[in-house]
C-alpha cells in the first residue's frame, strides 16, 4: 500500500521543465498572463459582451418551453379548446426559432 501512495505522489508532482531560451524556469504568474490577455480583451470586449448577453438571452427563453407546453396539452387538447391551438403553437414554434437564432 505504501508503494502504491509513493507512486500516486510521485505522478502527481508537477516538476517544471528548465526553458533553454530565457533564464526562468518558474512558470509565469496570474498577472503575467492577465497582462498578456489585456490587448486581445481590450480589441475585442464588444464581441464578448454581445455574446454574453446573447446567451442569457437564449437561456431566459428556455424557460416559458415546458410552461407552454403544458398549457398546450392541458388547456388546449384536453379541454378541447381548438380555437387556442394555433396561437400556442405559434408561440412556441416562435421561441424556438429565436433561440436558435
Do not use: C
Not at 438571452?57 to 398549457?71: A, G, H, K, N, V
Amino acid at each position: 500500500m505504501r508503494s502504491l501512495l509513493k507512486y500516486l505522489k510521485q505522478g502527481l508532482t508537477r516538476t517544471y521543465s528548465k526553458d533553454r531560451i530565457g533564464s526562468k524556469s518558474e512558470p509565469a504568474g496570474l498577472r503575467t498572463n492577465l497582462r498578456n490577455l489585456r490587448p486581445f480583451v481590450s480589441r475585442h470586449w464588444r464581441k464578448g459582451v454581445l455574446g454574453s448577453l446573447l446567451i442569457i438571452l437564449t437561456s431566459l427563453l428556455s424557460f416559458p418551453q415546458p410552461l407552454i407546453t403544458r398549457y398546450l396539452i392541458d388547456h388546449v387538447i384536453l379541454s378541447r379548446q381548438l380555437a387556442l391551438l394555433a396561437g400556442a403553437i405559434l408561440l412556441l414554434i416562435g421561441i424556438t426559432l429565436t433561440e436558435k437564432y
